[in-house]
């Protein structure tokens, strides 16, 4: 390696991404229900307790679409369009059996988490029997890169109920890791052990210096909530799922929109589909 090589190397890895903390309105809040307007008051109530140490603001106001109104997709977003709401709060397989179709998120959230860029709050169905937490005091933030997504970071440390736990959390892909080293290892002029180790802590080094700087700036703002470092590496999917269940995840806040693509991002649409039973935030 030549000095220059060296310095450049030296000035990437001081060139760190820090958390800025970005604002977060939660004043209008939209309900999407296929029930009948008893079944959506009762729907909503729990939405509002699951929130409710959350909503800070002096009044909110709730918008509903239930029942007959439910009438197709395009209707939803355009009237998602006039209303512009903070926050749309609904469940999966809308105007569909749930229990037909358990592994889906239906075709409302299909288009919803694609076509708006308004948050969908998606919460157990009530025609199931699972329940809706009682409070967001544990809430975990995933991404594929961490560091430098300050408005996922910003939403999961706003939905975080005072005295709560923030959870951002970085699990490197261990099957994507193994491949690249093996081949690094068929290259003579490299030497492996030594790349492996130096890889590896410099992966995990990035998200560790990034939730640290989160860290700061939430406690240097004054938010009563407690931020909790993950960062490992796994088998991401399983491991997410693992560590949902270990801390007892109250809500998990995720992105779920790609640039280059229409399908849901990443491991985004896997968790949404199979965490039937806990509350997920796409963003």
């Given at each position: 390696m030549t000095?220059?090589?060296?310095?450049?190397?030296?000035?990437?890895?001081?060139?760190?991404?820090?958390?800025?903390?970005?604002?977060?309105?939660?004043?209008?809040?939209?309900?999407?229900?296929?029930?009948?307007?008893?079944?959506?008051?009762?729907?909503?109530?729990?939405?509002?307790?699951?929130?409710?140490n959350t909503l800070l603001e002096k009044k909110i106001h709730w918008h509903r679409i239930c029942g007959d109104a439910l009438t197709s997709v395009n209707d939803v977003v355009e009237r998602i369009g006039q209303l512009k709401p903070d926050l749309v709060c609904t469940f999966r397989n809308l105007n569909a059996p749930a229990t037909d179709y358990p592994y889906s998120l239906g075709v409302y959230l299909d288009v919803l988490s694609q076509t708006t860029d308004v948050p969908v709050l998606v919460l157990p169905s009530p025609h199931r029997a699972a329940s809706i937490p009682h409070s967001t005091g544990t809430v975990m933030a995933i991404a594929d890169d961490l560091p430098g997504d300050h408005h996922l970071v910003s939403y999961a440390a706003r939905l975080t109920s005072p005295n709560g736990k923030l959870l951002l959390t970085h699990v490197e892909d261990q099957t994507?890791?193994?491949?690249?080293?093996?081949?690094?290892?068929?290259?003579?002029?490299?030497?492996?052990?030594?790349?492996?180790?130096?890889?590896?802590?410099?992966?995990?080094?990035?998200?560790?210096?990034?939730?640290h700087s989160c860290s700061q700036v939430i406690l240097a703002a004054g938010l009563p909530i407690e931020v909790v470092e993950i960062v490992t590496v796994g088998h991401s999917l399983r491991d997410y799922q693992r560590l949902i269940e270990e801390h007892r995840v109250d809500l998990l806040v995720l992105n779920t929109k790609q640039e280059?693509?229409?399908?849901?991002?990443?491991?985004?649409?896997?968790?949404?589909?199979?965490l039937r039973d806990t509350p997920i935030l796409m963003l």
């Open positions: 000095q220059i090589d060296q310095f450049e190397s030296i000035f990437k890895k001081a060139d760190k991404p820090k958390f800025e903390l970005e604002p977060v309105d939660l004043d209008s809040l939209l309900i999407v229900s296929d029930a009948g307007p008893e079944q959506t008051n009762q729907f909503q109530a729990r939405v509002v307790d699951f929130l409710d994507v890791f193994n491949r690249y080293m093996k081949v690094i290892g068929k290259i003579a002029t490299i030497d492996t052990e030594a790349a492996r180790e130096s890889i590896r802590e410099q992966l995990l080094k990035e998200p560790h210096d990034y939730i280059d693509q229409l399908a849901m991002h990443g491991l985004a649409y896997p968790l949404c589909v199979e």
